[in-house]
């Protein structure tokens, strides 16, 4: 059971959790999905620029410069991370939603947005107006870039962006990316690549596959919360208003006009989040250079979960696609007869298994997906492992959903505020 010393290590793996029949357990993290721990290397990092702790930009102080050399420095970092081209601007944010949001106000008038509806609200919800085309969820890769040809082909003249996403939140499925970003070449189209699902657990190179931009969250890259990124080409950026009005991001201000940055500070006005961009770039240090492993404890782990899972009486597992298709470690599923927010308290409570139940904030791919498995489910349990995760962790999930689906919540439950409570 013990932690894949081949992998790099997370924070947390000794964390013991209290059950309600009073034992205690060390907790399995299966939520990896929403936010991954913290790696030991990131934790090192930051404890070694606490000390430094000093303002960016504006100080003329040693510490001043220290803390403005990190945070600069991370903007190569993270280029490298993502594979992007020499010239784009990484632009600090708080996450991906924050990203996808900055990227959807610095869009050139009239531009055209085609999304799928399946995506993550994050990348759903920030394009608004009359020229946002909405495509239905596809059956298969094949008709997913099939559909995205058509829509950007019927798309009136003018600048035109698609939306695509690297790895579904909801199953782990990977989207054709490669293909979705030929076709909208060919169609004229810029993308942006929600990659908040994909980064953590595959290399991402958005220069080789011709995609313009691409956003990331910190927290699900092993790094805590509260620092993201959008990278991608300049030029947009840089003709866009920014994207909060104050100090940093204007060059000259005097009674009558205000004139703006060009670069990456046009977007970034405020005193940013060195210690959080700084922990995200040794995140992505750490994961660049351990790939092959990660891919490979990953790989192993989920097809012990997805083999343990086919096993589970009434189980039914979401698909975008299809089961063959190559995922990350997302697995949602439903269970006949069984209630999805209690078979997620009870795997807490009893078990000390951390999932997630509900719409993983992509209410109509969750939906569809549910009503496409045939489960008379409204909501799912979303299951998620990556480099906290071990084989125990694994076996111990499957060996709880089996007791659960055998004898029901081995304690009595309740709804105190919409949540199952023993
Ligand atoms: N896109 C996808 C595919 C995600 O999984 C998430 C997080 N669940 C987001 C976007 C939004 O990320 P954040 O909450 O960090 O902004």
């Known amino acids: 059971s013990a932690v894949d010393s081949r992998v790099p290590a997370v924070a947390g793996n000794e964390l013991n ?80 939603t924050d990203a996808l949001n900055l990227l959807a106000g610095a869009l050139p008038r009239g531009t055209s947005v085609v999304v799928f509806d399946t995506e993550h609200h994050a990348a759903l919800l920030p394009w608004t107006g ?57 169609r004229g189209a810029r993308t942006v690549l929600d990659a908040a699902q994909l980064a953590p657990h595959r290399p991402v190179r958005i220069a080789e596959l011709d995609i313009d931009y691409v956003a990331i969250s910190g927290h699900k890259l092993y790094a805590p919360f509260g620092a993201g990124a959008l990278i991608g080409r300049a030029d947009w950026l840089n003709a866009a208003d920014p994207y909060l009005a104050g100090g940093g991001a204007t060059r000259k201000v005097n009674e009558r006009a205000v004139s703006w940055n060009t670069g990456e500070e046009r977007h970034e006005a405020g005193s940013p989040n060195t210690v959080g961009v700084h922990a995200l770039a040794k995140a992505c240090e750490t994961l660049s250079v351990n790939w092959v492993n990660v891919v490979e404890h990953e790989e192993a782990l989920l097809r012990r ?18 089961a ?9 599923f439903s269970i006949d007869g069984q209630d999805p927010g209690l078979i997620a308290a009870a795997l807490s409570a009893e078990h000390g298994i951390g999932v997630r139940d509900g719409l993983f904030c992509a209410h109509l791919a969750t939906k569809r997906l549910l009503s496409r498995a045939g489960s008379d489910a409204e909501r799912a349990v979303r299951v998620s492992i990556g480099l906290g995760t071990t084989a125990e962790h694994v076996d111990r999930l499957v060996n709880a959903l089996h007791e659960l689906v055998a004898e029901g919540p081995a304690w009595r439950y309740e709804l105190v505020d919409g949540r199952w409570t023993p």
Not at 41 to 65: E, I, K, M, N
Not at 324 to 332: I, P
Request: charged residues 25%; neutral net charge; proline residues 6%.
């Open 130 to 186: 009359p020229r946002v085309r909405r495509i239905e969820a596809p059956a298969t890769p094949a008709d997913a870039v099939a559909a995205l040809d058509a829509a950007l082909a019927e798309c009136p003249e003018g600048p035109r962006l698609a939306v695509i996403t690297g790895a579904s939140n909801v199953t782990g499925e990977l989207w054709p990316v490669a293909e979705l970003a030929r076709v909208a070449r060919r």
């Open 324 to 332: 063959d298709r190559e995922r990350v470690g997302v697995v949602s």
């Open 305 to 322: 979960l997805r083999a343990g899972l086919r096993e589970v009486p009434g189980l039914r597992e979401l698909c975008l696609f299809d």
């Open 17 to 96: 959790v209290p059950l309600v029949t009073g034992e205690s357990v060390g907790y399995a993290n299966l939520d990896h999905g929403a936010s991954a721990p913290c790696l030991d290397s990131v934790r090192t990092a930051v404890d070694q620029l606490l000390p430094w702790y000093a303002s960016v930009h504006r100080g003329a102080g040693f510490a001043s410069q220290v803390c403005t050399r990190v945070y600069e420095g991370a903007r190569d970092v993270l280029r490298d991370f993502v594979g992007a081209r020499r010239t784009d601007s990484v632009v600090f944010t708080r996450n991906t």
